[in-house]
């Protein structure tokens, strides 16, 4: 018989599978609040019989996570973490200080097979998805390394978040639940390289969440370049459900938009963004790329940007440069796990 991720449960389906052994409901909440402090023994967990720990270890297993390696930024506080999951597989999370508090960039698999031109995670295609747990085990092992409370979440790590998408919708309904994380929809953000199908499914969720949308270029001759996924999803298509998406939610788009010298941070192409986003719920986050070693693109100058975002402004487009996090520890993901394999 497989063995049931315990951690991937929500509180009712841990109770209905104790029930189903005969066990009390009650020692549902006990089993989770072992869960939710990072115990992967059921023999450690003290206040259940050791008869009942025996009859656990039968039916269900823990996913475990460890740190591998840690950088600490010089400059800002952000921390990268290099996480070695159960499997021997590592997987990458950034922990990020903000005025407001606490913000985590996590993984949602262990490589990517999107193959963007200027992403190091994908360099090495996909290995595997992440289990719900797995995500929820890089916001706990943040905490309770660097004492902090984690209050928003950005799934923009590791993989392909809406590739992944039925363990990240029960990721995302489990952030919510008493005694674990707890993190609220609306501090939530998810990023995707455009998979349309999944942006029309997540709709009809209708969740609070942030859906942050990898653009980076705005026709399909740049992105297909850069972005093989666009060969499926062009951009008409991509925007077509992008409006869709806001109007049904009423929730603001957030457009990720790297930029990269000589490729996409012309003139031209920001008057095109700008036409393209014209009357849609949403904001562009202007991205300086982080150069990867091992591919030729660089980012833009700083004058470049600057005019970039002025076009756009101009036109009446919301905008702003996100604000370069880490860059003394190479905290874009992929580069660590590279370098740790």
Not at 5 to 10: A, G, H, V
Not at 145 to 158: A, F, P, T, Y
Not at 199 to 209: E, H, S, T
């Amino acid at each position: 018989m497989e063995l049931i991720d315990c951690k991937s449960l929500t509180l009712e389906e841990l109770k209905a599978q104790l029930v189903k052994m005969g066990v009390p409901a009650y020692r549902a909440a006990q089993i989770r609040s072992w869960l939710d402090k990072g115990m992967v023994d059921f023999d450690e967990m003290g206040n259940l019989p050791a008869a009942l720990r025996g009859q656990l270890k039968q039916i269900f297993w823990i996913p475990g996570i460890k740190i591998k390696k840690k950088l600490v930024s010089a400059r800002d506080n952000t921390v990268k973490y290099l996480y070695t999951l159960w499997d021997g597989e590592n997987v990458e999370s950034v922990l990020m200080q903000y005025r407001h508090g606490w913000s985590q960039c996590i993984s949602t698999q262990v490589g990517c097979k999107m193959g963007c031109s200027f992403c190091a995670t994908g360099m090495d295609g996909i290995v595997r998805n992440l289990l719900p747990s797995e995500m929820i085990a890089q916001i706990e092992a943040a905490q309770a390394d660097h004492n902090v409370r984690v209050s928003s979440v950005v799934l923009m790590g590791m993989g392909e978040p809406l590739d992944n998408f039925d363990n990240v919708i029960r990721f995302l309904m489990m952030l919510g639940e008493p005694g674990g994380v707890q993190i609220g929809m609306r501090h939530i953000s998810l990023s995707t390289c455009g998979l349309v199908d999944k942006i029309y499914r997540l709709m009809d969720y209708k969740l609070q969440i942030t859906l942050s949308v990898s653009l980076h270029a705005p026709n399909d001759e740049i992105r297909s370049g850069i972005m093989p996924v666009n060969k499926r999803w062009p951009v008409s298509e991509l925007m077509k459900a992008c409006r869709e998406y806001a109007n049904a939610t009423g929730r603001r788009i957030s457009f990720e938009y790297a930029m990269i010298n000589g490729v996409n941070d012309s003139d031209e192409a920001a008057a095109e963004l700008a036409a393209i986003l014209k009357g849609m719920l949403c904001h562009v986050n202007l991205i300086p790329l982080n150069a990867v070693p091992e591919k030729a693109q660089q980012r833009s100058s700083e004058e470049r940007i600057r005019r970039f975002k002025s076009i756009l402004e101009k036109s009446g487009v919301n905008v702003t440069v996100r604000r370069t996090l880490g860059a003394d520890i190479n905290a874009s993901c992929g580069q660590l796990r590279r370098q740790n394999r």
